[in-house]
Protein backbone atom coordinates (compact mmCIF):
# COMPACT_ATOMS: atom_id res chain seq x y z
CA UNK A 1 0.00 0.00 0.00
CA UNK A 2 2.77 2.73 1.50
CA UNK A 3 4.74 1.24 -1.84
CA UNK A 4 1.28 2.11 -4.23
CA UNK A 5 1.23 5.47 -2.74
CA UNK A 6 4.62 6.23 -3.11
CA UNK A 7 4.00 5.83 -6.34
CA UNK A 8 1.72 8.16 -7.13
CA UNK A 9 4.44 10.80 -6.93
CA UNK A 10 5.15 9.95 -10.79
CA UNK A 11 3.03 12.02 -12.99
CA UNK A 12 2.06 9.09 -15.05
CA UNK A 13 1.29 6.73 -12.51
CA UNK A 14 -0.94 9.11 -10.98
CA UNK A 15 -2.30 9.89 -14.53
CA UNK A 16 -3.47 6.44 -14.68
CA UNK A 17 -4.45 6.20 -11.39
CA UNK A 18 -7.12 8.90 -12.07
CA UNK A 19 -7.90 7.36 -15.33
CA UNK A 20 -8.69 3.84 -13.64
CA UNK A 21 -10.41 5.30 -10.15
CA UNK A 22 -13.42 7.53 -12.82
CA UNK A 23 -15.70 5.01 -12.92
CA UNK A 24 -15.05 3.56 -9.48
CA UNK A 25 -16.07 7.20 -7.77
CA UNK A 26 -19.10 7.94 -11.03
CA UNK A 27 -21.05 4.65 -10.54
CA UNK A 28 -21.38 4.57 -6.83
CA UNK A 29 -21.71 8.30 -6.50
CA UNK A 30 -24.87 8.67 -8.71
CA UNK A 31 -26.24 5.26 -6.99
CA UNK A 32 -25.93 6.40 -3.75
CA UNK A 33 -27.25 10.31 -4.65
CA UNK A 34 -29.99 8.85 -6.32
CA UNK A 35 -30.58 6.89 -3.31
CA UNK A 36 -29.96 9.59 -1.03
CA UNK A 37 -32.33 11.64 -2.64
CA UNK A 38 -35.44 9.15 -2.94
CA UNK A 39 -34.49 9.15 1.34
CA UNK A 40 -34.25 12.65 1.65
CA UNK A 41 -37.53 13.88 -0.09
CA UNK A 42 -39.71 10.84 0.34
CA UNK A 43 -38.89 8.31 3.05
CA UNK A 44 -37.95 11.02 5.55
CA UNK A 45 -40.29 12.12 7.51
CA UNK A 46 -41.97 16.42 8.21
CA UNK A 47 -40.05 18.04 10.79
CA UNK A 48 -42.03 18.72 13.64
CA UNK A 49 -41.06 22.66 14.02
CA UNK A 50 -40.00 23.24 10.43
CA UNK A 51 -42.53 20.58 8.15
CA UNK A 52 -41.08 20.09 5.19
CA UNK A 53 -38.90 23.02 4.85
CA UNK A 54 -36.30 21.17 6.67
CA UNK A 55 -35.66 18.91 3.74
CA UNK A 56 -32.85 21.62 2.24
CA UNK A 57 -30.19 19.92 5.41
CA UNK A 58 -29.52 17.20 3.15
CA UNK A 59 -27.79 18.91 0.54
CA UNK A 60 -26.82 21.95 2.60
CA UNK A 61 -24.83 19.92 5.59
CA UNK A 62 -23.18 17.96 3.56
CA UNK A 63 -22.18 20.39 1.12
CA UNK A 64 -20.79 23.07 3.79
CA UNK A 65 -18.97 19.84 5.63
CA UNK A 66 -17.39 19.45 2.60
CA UNK A 67 -16.14 23.09 1.82
CA UNK A 68 -14.15 22.56 4.96
CA UNK A 69 -13.14 19.28 4.35
CA UNK A 70 -11.93 20.02 0.83
CA UNK A 71 -10.11 23.18 2.17
CA UNK A 72 -8.30 21.17 4.26
CA UNK A 73 -7.15 18.49 1.99
CA UNK A 74 -6.18 21.93 -0.17
CA UNK A 75 -4.09 23.25 2.75
CA UNK A 76 -2.80 19.68 3.20
CA UNK A 77 -1.80 18.82 -0.39
CA UNK A 78 -0.62 22.69 -0.73
CA UNK A 79 1.79 22.01 2.16
CA UNK A 80 3.21 18.58 1.17
CA UNK A 81 3.82 20.22 -2.00
CA UNK A 82 5.69 22.88 -0.39
CA UNK A 83 7.61 20.29 2.02
CA UNK A 84 8.45 17.79 0.15
CA UNK A 85 8.28 19.30 -3.69
CA UNK A 86 5.77 16.68 -4.64
CA UNK A 87 4.34 18.19 -7.86
CA UNK A 88 1.12 15.76 -7.76
CA UNK A 89 0.45 17.17 -4.46
CA UNK A 90 0.29 20.40 -6.22
CA UNK A 91 -2.19 19.12 -8.76
CA UNK A 92 -4.43 17.96 -6.23
CA UNK A 93 -4.75 20.99 -3.91
CA UNK A 94 -4.64 23.36 -7.41
CA UNK A 95 -7.97 21.22 -8.70
CA UNK A 96 -9.97 21.22 -5.38
CA UNK A 97 -10.08 24.89 -4.86
CA UNK A 98 -13.15 25.24 -7.93
CA UNK A 99 -14.89 22.10 -6.56
CA UNK A 100 -14.70 23.42 -2.77
CA UNK A 101 -15.65 27.05 -3.91
CA UNK A 102 -18.41 25.07 -5.56
CA UNK A 103 -19.20 23.36 -2.54
CA UNK A 104 -19.29 26.29 -0.53
CA UNK A 105 -21.35 28.32 -3.28
CA UNK A 106 -24.23 25.49 -2.28
CA UNK A 107 -23.56 25.37 1.18
CA UNK A 108 -24.38 29.70 1.02
CA UNK A 109 -27.42 29.41 -1.28
CA UNK A 110 -29.41 26.50 0.39
CA UNK A 111 -28.30 28.43 3.20
CA UNK A 112 -29.88 31.15 2.25
CA UNK A 113 -32.76 29.26 0.67
CA UNK A 114 -33.16 27.48 3.85
CA UNK A 115 -33.60 30.93 5.77
CA UNK A 116 -35.86 32.86 4.14
CA UNK A 117 -38.90 30.66 5.29
CA UNK A 118 -37.43 29.94 8.98
CA UNK A 119 -35.82 33.27 9.96
CA UNK A 120 -37.49 35.76 7.38
CA UNK A 121 -34.36 37.02 5.67
CA UNK A 122 -32.28 35.78 2.88
CA UNK A 123 -28.69 36.44 4.53
CA UNK A 124 -27.91 37.73 8.23
CA UNK A 125 -24.54 39.09 9.47
CA UNK A 126 -24.22 35.68 12.25
CA UNK A 127 -20.84 34.93 12.60
CA UNK A 128 -21.88 31.06 11.02
CA UNK A 129 -22.97 32.81 7.52
CA UNK A 130 -19.72 35.48 7.92
CA UNK A 131 -17.32 32.63 8.40
CA UNK A 132 -18.49 30.22 5.71
CA UNK A 133 -18.58 33.38 3.56
CA UNK A 134 -15.09 34.09 4.19
CA UNK A 135 -13.86 30.54 2.96
CA UNK A 136 -15.37 31.34 -0.10
CA UNK A 137 -13.39 34.78 -0.75
CA UNK A 138 -10.22 32.59 0.21
CA UNK A 139 -10.78 29.86 -2.57
CA UNK A 140 -11.25 32.76 -5.12
CA UNK A 141 -8.10 34.17 -3.65
CA UNK A 142 -6.33 31.07 -3.87
CA UNK A 143 -7.88 30.37 -7.33
CA UNK A 144 -6.98 33.98 -8.33
CA UNK A 145 -3.12 33.40 -6.83
CA UNK A 146 -2.56 30.14 -8.48
CA UNK A 147 -3.29 31.62 -12.22
CA UNK A 148 -1.24 34.74 -11.59
CA UNK A 149 1.88 33.10 -12.52
CA UNK A 150 3.09 31.83 -15.38
CA UNK A 151 5.42 29.04 -13.75
CA UNK A 152 3.00 26.29 -12.26
CA UNK A 153 5.49 25.63 -9.29
CA UNK A 154 6.02 29.69 -8.21
CA UNK A 155 2.04 29.51 -8.30
CA UNK A 156 1.63 26.57 -5.92
CA UNK A 157 4.29 28.01 -3.75
CA UNK A 158 2.33 31.00 -3.10
CA UNK A 159 -1.38 29.64 -3.15
CA UNK A 160 0.06 27.26 -0.95
CA UNK A 161 0.93 29.74 1.96
CA UNK A 162 -2.26 31.38 1.28
CA UNK A 163 -4.16 28.16 2.07
CA UNK A 164 -2.58 27.48 4.88
CA UNK A 165 -3.17 30.84 6.50
CA UNK A 166 -6.56 30.17 5.35
CA UNK A 167 -6.78 27.28 7.71
CA UNK A 168 -7.40 29.49 10.33
CA UNK A 169 -11.50 29.89 9.21
CA UNK A 170 -11.64 26.61 9.83
CA UNK A 171 -12.21 26.31 13.48
CA UNK A 172 -14.08 29.50 13.54
CA UNK A 173 -16.50 28.16 10.94
CA UNK A 174 -17.18 25.08 13.10
CA UNK A 175 -17.23 26.52 16.56
CA UNK A 176 -19.11 29.70 15.78
CA UNK A 177 -22.34 28.20 16.58
CA UNK A 178 -21.05 27.68 19.89
CA UNK A 179 -18.58 30.82 20.79
CA UNK A 180 -20.98 32.87 19.41
CA UNK A 181 -25.08 34.07 20.32
CA UNK A 182 -25.75 33.26 16.06
CA UNK A 183 -29.06 33.02 14.98
CA UNK A 184 -27.65 29.80 12.70
CA UNK A 185 -28.85 26.74 14.51
CA UNK A 186 -26.42 24.36 16.29
CA UNK A 187 -24.71 21.30 15.06
CA UNK A 188 -27.30 18.76 12.83
CA UNK A 189 -24.85 16.30 13.21
CA UNK A 190 -23.67 14.55 16.96
CA UNK A 191 -24.78 15.52 20.07
CA UNK A 192 -28.15 17.99 19.73
CA UNK A 193 -28.56 17.02 16.36
CA UNK A 194 -31.21 15.52 14.15
CA UNK A 195 -32.37 12.30 16.09
CA UNK A 196 -34.99 10.03 13.50
CA UNK A 197 -33.04 7.44 12.07
CA UNK A 198 -34.45 8.25 8.41
CA UNK A 199 -33.46 11.49 8.41
CA UNK A 200 -29.82 10.66 9.74
CA UNK A 201 -29.79 7.84 7.11
CA UNK A 202 -30.48 10.54 4.20
CA UNK A 203 -28.16 13.16 5.61
CA UNK A 204 -25.46 10.09 5.87
CA UNK A 205 -25.99 8.47 2.03
CA UNK A 206 -26.05 12.19 0.78
CA UNK A 207 -22.37 13.17 2.82
CA UNK A 208 -20.93 9.99 1.25
CA UNK A 209 -22.47 10.83 -2.24
CA UNK A 210 -20.58 14.44 -1.41
CA UNK A 211 -17.82 13.02 -0.90
CA UNK A 212 -17.61 10.85 -4.00
CA UNK A 213 -18.42 13.55 -6.17
CA UNK A 214 -15.64 15.14 -4.77
CA UNK A 215 -13.20 12.17 -5.32
CA UNK A 216 -14.24 12.13 -8.84
CA UNK A 217 -14.17 15.56 -10.16
CA UNK A 218 -10.62 15.59 -8.32
CA UNK A 219 -9.86 12.44 -10.36
CA UNK A 220 -11.42 14.04 -14.01
CA UNK A 221 -9.51 17.29 -13.40
CA UNK A 222 -5.92 16.26 -12.15
CA UNK A 223 -5.28 14.31 -15.00
CA UNK A 224 -6.37 17.44 -17.48
CA UNK A 225 -3.87 19.07 -14.90
CA UNK A 226 -1.28 16.36 -15.47
CA UNK A 227 -1.24 16.33 -19.03
CA UNK A 228 -0.97 20.17 -19.36
CA UNK A 229 2.05 20.00 -16.33
CA UNK A 230 4.21 17.03 -18.74
CA UNK A 231 2.86 18.12 -22.12
CA UNK A 232 6.72 17.91 -23.27
CA UNK A 233 7.41 13.98 -21.87
CA UNK A 234 6.75 11.58 -24.43
CA UNK A 235 4.37 9.40 -22.28
CA UNK A 236 1.90 12.13 -22.59
CA UNK A 237 2.76 12.80 -26.42
CA UNK A 238 1.92 8.91 -26.56
CA UNK A 239 -1.41 9.63 -24.34
CA UNK A 240 -2.42 12.01 -26.13
CA UNK A 241 -2.05 10.13 -29.86
CA UNK A 242 -3.52 6.79 -28.25
CA UNK A 243 -6.63 8.89 -27.33
CA UNK A 244 -6.69 11.46 -30.74
CA UNK A 245 -6.72 8.35 -32.82
CA UNK B 1 -49.60 36.09 -6.61
CA UNK B 2 -46.22 35.63 -4.87
CA UNK B 3 -43.92 33.19 -6.05
CA UNK B 4 -44.71 30.75 -3.22
CA UNK B 5 -47.67 31.00 -3.78
CA UNK B 6 -47.31 30.05 -7.17
CA UNK B 7 -45.33 26.77 -6.49
CA UNK B 8 -47.20 25.90 -3.85
CA UNK B 9 -49.06 22.68 -5.94
CA UNK B 10 -45.78 21.05 -5.95
CA UNK B 11 -44.95 18.41 -2.79
CA UNK B 12 -44.02 20.41 -0.24
CA UNK B 13 -46.65 22.83 -0.24
CA UNK B 14 -45.86 26.37 1.09
CA UNK B 15 -42.28 25.25 0.97
CA UNK B 16 -42.10 23.84 -1.91
CA UNK B 17 -40.17 27.01 -3.84
CA UNK B 18 -37.70 26.94 -1.36
CA UNK B 19 -36.84 23.03 -1.00
CA UNK B 20 -37.27 22.64 -5.40
CA UNK B 21 -35.08 25.94 -5.67
CA UNK B 22 -32.44 24.68 -3.12
CA UNK B 23 -32.50 21.49 -4.60
CA UNK B 24 -32.29 22.78 -8.65
CA UNK B 25 -29.63 25.20 -7.48
CA UNK B 26 -27.47 22.66 -5.80
CA UNK B 27 -28.03 20.67 -9.26
CA UNK B 28 -27.27 22.99 -11.37
CA UNK B 29 -24.04 23.99 -9.52
CA UNK B 30 -22.73 20.03 -9.52
CA UNK B 31 -23.90 19.31 -13.37
CA UNK B 32 -21.92 22.52 -14.65
CA UNK B 33 -18.79 21.38 -12.07
CA UNK B 34 -19.07 18.26 -14.14
CA UNK B 35 -19.38 19.33 -17.29
CA UNK B 36 -16.79 21.96 -17.26
CA UNK B 37 -14.06 19.06 -15.93
CA UNK B 38 -15.23 16.80 -18.75
CA UNK B 39 -15.06 19.75 -21.35
CA UNK B 40 -11.54 20.89 -20.10
CA UNK B 41 -10.16 17.20 -20.81
CA UNK B 42 -11.41 17.34 -23.88
CA UNK B 43 -10.58 20.79 -25.18
CA UNK B 44 -7.04 20.17 -23.48
CA UNK B 45 -6.28 16.43 -24.84
CA UNK B 46 -7.44 18.76 -28.88
CA UNK B 47 -4.87 21.24 -28.32
CA UNK B 48 -1.74 18.86 -27.22
CA UNK B 49 -2.43 16.92 -30.37
CA UNK B 50 -2.35 20.03 -32.70
CA UNK B 51 0.41 21.50 -30.78
CA UNK B 52 2.23 17.90 -31.24
CA UNK B 53 1.21 17.58 -35.08
CA UNK B 54 2.27 21.46 -35.67
CA UNK B 55 5.88 20.23 -34.50
CA UNK B 56 5.99 17.20 -36.23
Given at each position: MWKWIQKQASPKFFYQTCNRLIPWFFWPFIALFMVGLYWSLVISPADYQQGDGYRIIFIHVPSAILSMMVYAIMAIAGGIGLIWQIKMAEVVAKVSAPIGAGFTVIALATGAIWG???????????ARLTSELILLFLYLAYMSLNSAFDNPRTAAKSSSILAIVGLINLPIIHYSVKWWNTLHQGY????????DSDMQIALALMFLASILLYALLVSIKARTEVLVREQNSRWVKEEVGRLMV | MSMVDYF????????AFYVWLAYGVSALTIITLFLNARRNHALTLQSLAHKYSRNK
Amino acid sequence: MWKWIQKQASPKFFYQTCNRLIPWFFWPFIALFMVGLYWSLVISPADYQQGDGYRIIFIHVPSAILSMMVYAIMAIAGGIGLIWQIKMAEVVAKVSAPIGAGFTVIALATGAIWGKPMWGAWWVWDARLTSELILLFLYLAYMSLNSAFDNPRTAAKSSSILAIVGLINLPIIHYSVKWWNTLHQGYSVGTGGIKDSDMQIALALMFLASILLYALLVSIKARTEVLVREQNSRWVKEEVGRLMV
Amino acid sequence: MSMVDYFSFLPYGKYAFYVWLAYGVSALTIITLFLNARRNHALTLQSLAHKYSRNK
